[in-house]
């Protein structure tokens, strides 16, 4: 491909998603340090002090404090977080097992004493909103998707921008900003060298992000793929009229995986389960395998284990792609250093915006420029 082809790449992919990618920066900017925002705010509950060896109670306990809380709904998820709230067990109820996502609603309880800690509010919030506008727009799948396809383009400009840079830099040393000449070619020779500094994050970020609009379909194949054969010998039996206990489960799941830790139990009937079983899904304890689920199966009947397996590669490829996307994975300074990052790419995406929409104020020739070794006035955005 030769210079003026890349260069149309460039610009038309820059053009197209950079009012979203935008967006995108700035929403994510505060989410990346979400969980002291809204400590900050007062929004995160925390579990009264108990000396570090009280048991934890049965978790029967707690899902009737959860019914007791909000009567007539159902339980469809326990959630752990013992990193950012420990002692606590975030309980997901709706009106029915097949509602949609949107109609949960939360109950904190204490895992040592079954007491109600609070009711979140799921969909409220200046974090809330920041978090819609992030993920998919309000919009939900088509949303998720539509911002995919914005990141794939904005992978594309970028993989663009460094072909381009390389002839644009021949004649010039690298990190050059001709201070001396126009604003306009400042502000280009900056766009391009804050570019260039953070093509690798961006790409990690822009990549993985694509990666993870993909969520609602890698669990709809992973459903039909591996769970459609851990419970294919209970595919053809009614529902049970009645389940068991979901402390027997979680016992089960411990004793077949007990190097491995509690993340999250969907009930029978829910997203992530069958209509016979609890799915109890465990995460390890190293950096990497913290990051990975392995759901363990149990008859939500008899409490009896029944198949327990790793995630397949694509779901493992999604669990991974979400740490390197927020930064969460390193503490406060890896917080920062993401943070940086993100306003770094504000401003790449911000001055391209502005070469672009200022290109009729001078005369553009951006291609022959780029060919002979040089650019005076021109226009790469």
């Given at each position: 491909?030769?210079?003026?082809?890349?260069?149309?790449?460039?610009?038309?992919?820059?053009?197209?998603?950079?009012?979203?990618?935008?967006?995108?920066?700035?929403?994510?900017?505060?989410?990346?340090?979400?969980?002291?925002?809204?400590?900050?705010?007062?929004?995160?509950?925390?579990?009264p002090p108990m000396p570090e060896d009280t048991p934890h109670t049965s978790l029967d306990r707690v899902a009737e404090a959860a019914r007791a809380q909000r009567p007539g709904e159902h339980i469809r998820f326990m959630f752990w977080d013992n990193d950012h709230h420990p002692n606590q067990v975030l309980v997901l109820m709706a009106e029915s097992?097949?509602?949609?996502p949107d109609a949960n609603s939360g109950v904190v309880v204490d895992s040592r004493t079954a007491l109600v800690l609070d009711e979140p509010k799921l969909d409220e919030g200046l974090m809330y909103i920041l978090f819609k506008l992030h993920v998919d727009l309000f919009a939900g799948l088509p949303g998720m998707l539509f911002l995919g396809f914005m990141?794939?383009?904005?992978?594309?400009?970028?993989?663009?921008?460094?072909?381009?840079?390389?002839?644009?830099?021949?004649?010039?040393?690298?990190?050059?900003?001709?201070?001396?000449?126009?604003?306009r070619l400042k502000?280009?020779?900056?766009?391009?060298?804050?570019?260039?500094?953070?093509?690798?994050?961006?790409?990690?970020?822009?990549?993985?992000?694509?990666?993870?609009?993909?969520?609602?379909?890698?669990?709809?194949?992973?459903?039909?793929?591996?769970?459609?054969?851990?419970?294919?010998?209970?595919?053809?039996l009614p529902p049970p009229q009645q389940i068991g206990s979901v402390q027997r489960a979680r016992e089960a799941a411990l004793a077949a995986v007990p190097d491995m830790n509690l993340s999250l139990i969907a009930w029978p009937g829910s997203q992530f389960s069958s209509p016979h079983h609890y799915t109890v899904f465990l995460h390890g304890n190293t950096p990497v395998t913290s990051r990975l689920l392995q759901p363990a199966l149990v008859d939500a009947v008899t409490g009896e284990l029944t198949d327990t397996r790793e995630m397949p590669w694509y779901v493992k490829t999604l669990f991974l792609s979400q740490p390197l996307h927020f930064g969460d994975y390193g503490g406060m300074p890896l917080k920062i250093i993401w943070a940086l990052l993100d306003i770094i790419t504000i401003i790449v995406l911000g001055s391209g915006l502005y070469l672009w929409l200022g290109r009729g104020s001078t005369v553009s020739r951006p291609v022959d420029e780029i060919e002979s070794g040089g650019l005076a006035e021109g226009n790469i955005t």
């Open positions: 491909m030769n210079v003026k082809l890349w260069f149309l790449v460039h610009k038309w992919t820059s053009i197209i998603c950079t009012a979203f990618l935008l967006l995108l920066c700035i929403t994510g900017l505060p989410l990346i340090f979400s969980e002291e925002i809204e400590h900050e705010l007062g929004d995160q509950v925390t579990a097992m097949d509602a949609p990141g794939l383009l904005f992978a594309v400009a970028v993989i663009s921008g460094v072909v381009l840079y390389t002839p644009f830099m021949r004649k010039l040393d690298f990190g050059t900003v001709r201070k001396h000449r126009s604003t502000w280009l020779d900056l766009h391009n060298l804050l570019g260039v500094v953070t093509l690798v994050w961006a790409l990690v970020v822009g990549v993985t992000g694509t990666i993870n609009t993909l969520s609602q379909i890698v669990v709809a194949i992973w459903q039909q793929d591996q769970m459609a054969e851990m419970t294919a010998a209970y595919q053809d």
